[in-house]
């Protein structure tokens, strides 16, 4: 595991974007796996600023994501779809086509969830998967959990989920209770991992996540066992970590 030090969020983006622009540079058809939440904004405004500068070309690359709130449309401002169109692919020259989100809007959770890993599969996997990291060490929407939840599932949204997105929507009867997302396997099946984090309210976690036990009770840990992952962090981030990390 490569632990990459960034002095501030600024620092962290620009040096997530420098691998992600790499990626894209010596294979110019990569499949991307791409995250949404705020930790990722600073990291795609530097990907479109590179593509405005004519430094990058994603005419050939594809991008699957991670999740998506079951029951909401592309429209819905508070979807991954919409999120992902907003806050990068409406500014780069990625093929809409290429993109791939969960349907939020299939009822058949199953349904969903098979059409998802058939486009990853018909991809031919991710080439590189890229991660944001939450408090609890959930990645995508797998929560901590008695196991690790294998390839793209229904999920029941935790309460401390729902409550922290009450505040995006118009009423409370409004937050999604479920979301499509992919699973550990299919995350682990990717190339490469990169892993983004920022502030210190994250410093327990990836001290935990990256340098503690494997157990699905923190989700992330299980990037431990993968081949290729770089973890970009500021020093708010990395401020609890082993003296030789």
Same mark, same amino acid.
């Given at each position: *595991?490569? *632990?990459? @030090? ?18 894209v540079?010596?294979? =110019? ?7 949404? %939440? ?5 990291l ?8 405005q ?29 919409y999120?992902?169109?907003t ?14 989100? =969960?349907?939020?809007?299939?009822p ?7 059409? @998802? ?19 609890n %060490? @959930?990645i ?45 396997r299919?995350i ?14 994250k ?8 340098f ?6 923190? =989700? ?5 066992? @993968? ?19």
């Open positions: *595991m490569n *632990m990459i @030090h960034a002095k501030d969020y600024s620092d962290m983006s620009r040096k997530a974007a420098n691998i992600i622009s790499a990626q540079i010596l294979k =110019p058809n990569s499949v991307l796996g791409l995250a949404t %939440g705020s930790t990722p904004e600073g795609y405004a530097e990907l479109i600023r590179r593509y500068s004519n430094d990058l070309d994603f005419s050939l690359v594809s991008s699957v994501n991670l999740d998506e709130y079951r029951g909401l449309s592309p429209e819905n401002d508070q979807s991954y779809r999120f992902m169109q806050k990068l692919f409406d500014h780069i020259n990625i093929r809409p086509e290429a993109t791939f989100v =969960p349907d939020g809007l299939e058949d959770a199953a349904r969903a969830c098979s059409r @998802h890993e058939e486009a990853i599969r018909n991809l031919g996997g991710i080439d590189l998967q890229l991660l944001g990291l939450g408090n %060490g @959930h995508g929407f797998n929560e901590p959990a008695p196991v690790f939840e294998k390839e793209t599932h229904c999920v029941d949204l935790t309460q401390s989920t729902i409550d922290a997105n009450a505040r995006f929507f118009a009423s409370r009867e409004d937050v999604p209770t479920q979301a499509y997302t992919m699973g550990i299919t682990m099946r990717a190339k490469k991992i990169l892993v983004i984090v920022n502030g210190e309210q410093a327990d976690i990836v001290a935990k996540a990256f503690g036990p494997v157990t699905p009770e923190v =989700p992330a840990s299980i990037l431990q066992m @993968h081949p290729d992952v770089t973890v970009v962090g500021d020093e708010a981030a990395f401020s609890k970590l082993p003296a030789n990390a």
